[in-house]
């Protein structure tokens, strides 16, 4: 126990010298080329002391110091738990969509842009769970459907002058059609081999976007884009209706509430379906499940598709919403981006998406005032995040166990 405690201190030494090393050219490099110490000492002294402090009361947890508190505790957590899972999950469901519905009224102009943000993600986490947390393939290139799908709406609007629900379909299917012509060439490819692969296509699709001057602008991208409209009563004129524009968030909020609504219970149906069940076959092992008679190559397809139709809903609207479009808002950042919301929530798990898309869009604002030190903060609490909970925050639940799980 004394040499298991003994290495477990000097880990935490190791990495706050780590730590230090990180820290250090962050804050104590200035513009002009000066060099201090002071600041980056400081807030090193403060990190290590309440890591120390931390790690001190695990140990003495794991000693059974706390028994006398955690045990109580422990049982009131699971009796919650019990009460909760008694409540039918349409209870849970009807009450989110209540708040979410109440949201931009109860708030401000800027909690309601970042909600707008949190909603595009989880329709992007939702697609790319389609193809990572449901059928096991590892896409890296997946915003590439994103920005299919914005331009798609871009030049419907700008040249035929096609309203943002008649072209909503229009990039969803172009969306697939480049999720099928991406995904063929690398459906024979596993692992490591088809992240690389996925990569180099969306990569390869950025600088379409870019370079092909004559369609898409190229870097200038396309400015002007229409937003939304909606038929609304006109109480003043004399036909009935009339044609609205819906430029303030308020409207653009409830539009990409409606999409996520949308893309959720399709994303739940799929996942329950027939097909849903032959992805998680593919996923768990390809080769028993093409044994089994399944037909693993359309099935793979059609899951790239499905997936980059979701991706090119969300980027119609986000094209609507920002009336401007431009290469540099579809980069491998993005991908990764959308990546680690699907992980850190859970693979294959609806609720987990969501919450991945909240902890990565909405908590990175919450710190905006920290300026430097909250992506710092960020990437640590993700380190921390999958130390602890390897399997996201809401794991995907699996029903019956393998055999290996019994012994």
């Not at 979410?100 to 401000?108: I, Q, R, V």
Request: glycine share 10%; charged share 10%.
């Amino acid at each position: 126990m004394i040499l298991a405690s003994r290495k477990i201190w000097l880990y935490w030494a190791a990495g706050m010298a780590w730590f230090y090393l990180l820290l250090w050219p962050l804050m104590g490099i200035g513009a002009d080329g000066t060099v201090a110490f002071a600041d980056s000492l400081t807030v090193w002294a403060y990190v290590a002391a309440a890591s120390a402090a931390l790690l001190a009361l695990h140990q003495m947890h794991a000693r059974g110091a706390f028994t006398a508190v955690t045990t109580p505790l422990a049982q009131a957590v699971s009796g919650a738990k019990a009460g909760m899972d008694k409540v039918p999950p349409a209870v849970w469901w009807s009450l989110a969509l209540c708040i979410a519905a109440a949201l931009p009224f109860a708030s401000g102009r800027y909690v309601q842009d970042v909600a707008i943000n949190v909603l595009i993600y989880i329709c992007l986490g939702l697609g790319l769970n389609v193809v990572i947390g449901l059928c096991g393939l590892l896409d890296l290139g997946y915003i590439a459907f994103y920005g299919v799908g914005a331009y798609t709406y871009a030049l419907c609007s700008i040249h035929y002058a096609l309203p943002f629900w008649l072209a909503l379909p229009v990039a969803a299917a172009l969306a697939a059609v480049a999720g099928c012509i991406i995904g063929y060439p690398t459906l024979r490819m596993r692992g490591d081999y088809l992240a690389i692969v996925t990569l180099g296509f969306g990569e390869i699709v950025r600088l379409i976007l870019n370079n092909w001057m004559a369609l898409t602008n190229g870097p200038n991208g396309i400015l002007g884009i229409q937003p939304p409209t909606v038929w609304w009563p006109d109480f003043e004129g004399s036909f009935g209706f009339e044609l609205l524009q819906m430029k303030k968030l308020t409207a653009l909020y409830f539009v990409i509430l409606g999409l996520t609504i949308v893309t959720t219970i399709a994303v739940h149906r799929l996942n329950f379906s027939r097909i849903g069940r032959a992805w998680e076959a593919i996923r768990e092992d390809e080769t028993a499940a093409e044994l089994m008679g399944v037909n693993t190559f359309r099935l793979k397809l059609l899951a790239y598709a499905t997936g980059a139709v979701f991706g090119g809903l969300a980027g119609a609207f986000f094209s609507a919403r920002m009336r401007f479009v431009s290469p540099e808002s579809f980069t491998f950042i993005e991908s990764a981006m959308v990546l680690a919301m699907v992980v850190l929530g859970g693979m294959g798990s609806i609720p987990g998406v969501m919450l991945g898309a909240l902890a990565l869009v909405a908590l990175p604002e919450v710190f905006r005032e920290f300026e430097l030190y909250r992506m710092l903060a960020f990437g640590g609490a993700m380190t921390v995040m999958m130390l602890f909970r390897p399997k996201g925050l809401w794991p995907a639940k699996r029903f019956g166990a393998r055999s290996e799980e019994m012994d």
